[in-house]
């Protein structure tokens, strides 16, 4: 049982971690100053996020790894994030659109972890639930902003939704994992959250003068430890302090 949870944990702490990671390569980089910092305090609440998984993952090894062993000393098959957290910052429409399509996942998976069985997964999702409510906000309004702003930023943003939005399919797909912790009342109900997700992506969309492209079939295998070449570039920037000075602690 100790297992199965821990590799639940890994299911929502390593999509933290990664779209923490892809956040923070922007500090200093956004498009104003305001827009920097909300995007850097954005990356350090997920970061923080996945702290709280990986030391509950870590208490519930039998060999006591801590959260930086769980963080850093992986292969990159063994990370479960999705596939939409490791896309790359190409340019500011992609940095929103995905972090958009993320958030409106994120903020219903956490609240219904405020009422799962295990304790500690229910506290740690009513502390990040303040969190990612504001994150939602923010990219939703730069979501409508950009959408509805000029030809060129419309233009970006659509172009970015018809890349990434074949991407957001995984988010709900339901491993044996989340399915098994479902039915103990410790994880998510993916499938229950599909309606309310895509309505509300789809409204903001709308709002934004934006379109969903017409499609049936998404993208996916992060889930499963199948992830694309992005991932291995994340790692080696991740992984190169802990791996070259072994055992370091901050």
């Given at each position: 049982?100790?297992?199965?949870?821990?590799q639940?944990?890994?299911?929502?702490?390593?999509n933290?971690?990664?779209?923490?990671?892809?956040?923070?390569?922007?500090c200093?980089?956004?498009?104003?100053?305001?827009?920097?910092?909300?995007?850097?305090?954005?990356?350090?609440?997920?970061?923080?996020?996945?702290?709280?998984?990986?030391?509950?993952?870590?208490?519930?090894?039998?060999?006591?790894?801590?959260?930086?062993?769980?963080?850093?000393?992986?292969?990159a098959?063994?990370?479960?994030?999705?596939?939409?957290?490791?896309?790359?910052?190409?340019?500011?429409?992609?940095?929103?659109?995905?972090?958009?399509?993320?958030?409106?996942?994120?903020?219903?998976?956490?609240?219904?972890?405020?009422?799962?069985?295990?304790?500690?997964?229910?506290?740690?999702?009513?502390?990040?639930?303040?969190?990612?409510?504001?994150?939602?906000?923010?990219?939703?309004?730069?979501?409508?902003?950009?959408?509805?702003?000029?030809?060129?930023?419309?233009?970006?943003?659509?172009?970015?939704?018809?890349?990434?939005?074949?991407?957001?399919?995984?988010?709900?797909?339901?491993?044996?994992?989340?399915?098994?912790?479902?039915?103990?009342?410790?994880?998510?109900?993916?499938?229950?959250?599909?309606?309310?997700?895509?309505?509300?992506?789809?409204?903001?969309?709308?709002?934004?003068?934006?379109?969903?492209?017409?499609?049936?079939?998404?993208?996916?295998?992060?889930?499963?430890?199948?992830?694309?070449e992005?991932?291995?570039?994340?790692?080696?920037?991740?992984?190169?302090?802990?791996?070259?000075?072994?055992?370091?602690?901050?």
């Amino acid at each position: 049982m100790q297992d199965k949870i821990y590799q639940y944990l890994l299911l929502t702490g390593d999509n933290a971690m990664i779209l923490g990671h892809r956040l923070s390569e922007l500090c200093g980089h956004g498009p104003s100053l305001e827009t920097d910092i909300a995007l850097t305090n954005i990356s350090l609440d997920l970061f923080g996020q996945t702290r709280n998984y990986f030391q509950l993952a870590g208490a519930l090894t039998t060999d006591n790894k801590s959260e930086d062993d769980i963080a850093f000393l992986r292969m990159a098959h063994d990370y479960r994030n999705v596939l939409l957290v490791e896309q790359p910052n190409k340019d500011f429409a992609h940095v929103i659109v995905r972090q958009f399509l993320f958030d409106s996942f994120h903020i219903l998976l956490l609240k219904e972890l405020t009422n799962s069985n295990d304790q500690q997964i229910a506290a740690i999702a009513q502390k990040s639930l303040k969190e990612v409510t504001y994150h939602l906000d923010f990219s939703s309004e730069w979501v409508k902003r950009l959408g509805a702003g000029t030809e060129e930023s419309h233009q970006k943003m659509q172009d970015a939704i018809d890349f990434l939005y074949p991407y957001s399919g995984e988010l709900l797909e339901e491993t044996p994992i989340e399915l098994e912790m479902k039915e103990m009342g410790i994880g998510a109900d993916l499938p229950a959250m599909k309606t309310n997700y895509y309505n509300h992506i789809h409204q903001v969309l709308e709002e934004a003068t934006l379109v969903p492209p017409e499609t049936s079939w998404f993208q996916s295998g992060g889930k499963k430890g199948i992830h694309s070449e992005h991932l291995g570039f994340i790692l080696a920037e991740l992984q190169y302090m802990q791996r070259a000075y072994p055992n370091m602690n901050w």
